[in-house]
Structures are given as structure tokens and as C-alpha cells.
């Protein structure tokens, strides 16, 4: 996959499809629920576009992100988590997936405490300034591209994606993001 001109937002929550729309007037931006498309048809779609700003629904990292949340609240294998990262890795090498510029992350103080663990410690462990809490779908996501917060960009996922595991609810972050 070629790298993308644009810059890119992941809107995640349950009300990701009205953060989206409230988008798709604006001419700077291409904005679409992808939630069950493919990675093929989310590259396909976000690599044919000349706008600034590509903002959709389509997580590369759901995988990942369900497994580890499942393994800590006792629901999966390790080996199921061990499985999703290598999956993603393997992704990551073959340019077929990668992370975006931003998640915008909808109400984050109604997710479980796990799932803000994987949004707030985990992936904002990697890049604090690429992780962004939003209150709601009704503040105008047009309002937050007019100050995308700057900052280091993501590491490379080989070198963060293989630590996901020792990343513990309650502890990632604190003084590294391994237990």
C-alpha cells in the first residue's frame, strides 16, 4: 500500500457512522462508514482520494484490539492475542495495513475500563498525541481538524506490536508500557 497523501482519522465508538456525516458536507474532506468493509476496499477508497482529510470507521488494529481486550477480561487465549499480532504484523510487512494518522476516540468515559486501557494506555502509550478523546458525535469533528494536535508520529508497529501482550490494564503507561 502506498503511503497516503492525506491525513487520515479512525473515528471509533458507537456513534462513529453520526461523527462521520457530520464530515461529509466539507470538500476537504472524504468521509465514510467502512466499519465492515475490507482492508482492500478501505485502501482501495482512502488511496483514491486527493482530499486533505480521509475520516472513517475502519479500525486495522480491531483485531488486535478485541483480542487483547478479550485476554484480559478473560474471554480469549493468549495464543488467540499472539495470533492477531502476528496477523497484523505480517499485514504491516506486506504494506497491506497501516495505522492512521489519528484515532478519535468517541466518549471514552463510557467505555469499559479495558477497552479504555487498549485506547488511552496501549495505543496512546506509543503516540499520546495520535489518541484523541471526544465527547461526543454531536461536537463537529470539523472543529478538531482545524487543530489536530502535533506530535512524533507512530513508531513502527514491528516495534511496538510485539509488546501489546505485557501491556497491562492499569499498569500500561505508567513508566513504560510493559508490566
Known amino acids: 500500500m502506498e503511503p497516503p497523501v492525506s491525513t487520515?482519522?479512525?473515528?471509533?465508538?458507537?456513534?462513529?457512522?453520526?461523527a462521520?456525516?457530520?464530515?461529509?458536507r466539507f470538500p476537504n474532506v472524504q468521509a465514510a462508514s467502512l466499519a465492515d468493509a475490507s482492508d482492500d476496499e478501505v485502501t482501495r477508497w482512502s488511496t483514491g482520494t486527493s482530499a486533505p482529510y480521509v475520516v472513517h470507521d475502519h479500525?486495522?488494529?480491531?483485531?488486535?484490539?478485541?483480542?487483547?481486550?478479550?485476554?484480559?477480561?478473560d474471554q480469549a487465549t493468549f495464543g488467540v492475542l499472539e495470533l492477531e499480532i502476528e496477523r497484523a504484523l505480517d499485514a504491516a510487512t506486506r504494506?497491506?495495513?497501516?495505522?492512521?494518522?489519528?484515532?478519535?476516540?468517541?466518549?471514552p468515559?463510557?467505555?469499559?475500563?479495558?477497552?479504555?486501557?487498549?485506547?488511552?494506555?496501549?495505543?496512546?502509550?506509543?503516540?499520546p498525541t495520535?489518541?484523541?478523546?471526544?465527547?461526543?458525535?454531536?461536537t463537529s469533528?470539523?472543529?478538531?481538524?482545524?487543530?489536530?494536535p502535533t506530535g512524533r508520529a507512530w513508531p513502527e508497529v514491528q516495534t511496538w506490536l510485539p509488546r501489546v501482550p505485557m501491556s497491562v490494564p492499569d499498569r500500561v503507561?505508567?513508566?513504560?508500557?510493559?508490566a
Open 95 to 107: 504494506h497491506e495495513m497501516s495505522v492512521p494518522d489519528y484515532y478519535v476516540v468517541l466518549h
Open 59 to 73: 479500525d486495522p488494529l480491531a483485531h488486535v484490539a478485541a483480542a487483547w481486550v478479550e485476554f484480559f477480561d
Open 130 to 138: 495520535r489518541v484523541i478523546p471526544w465527547p461526543s458525535a454531536d
Open 109 to 127: 468515559e463510557e467505555l469499559s475500563a479495558t477497552w479504555k486501557h487498549w485506547w488511552l494506555g496501549v495505543l496512546a502509550a506509543e503516540s
Open 8 to 18: 487520515t482519522l479512525v473515528v471509533v465508538g458507537d456513534e462513529a457512522s453520526q
Open 20 to 24: 462521520i456525516r457530520s464530515l461529509e
Open 141 to 148: 469533528l470539523a472543529a478538531l481538524l482545524r487543530r489536530l
Open 173 to 178: 503507561g505508567l513508566g513504560g508500557s510493559a
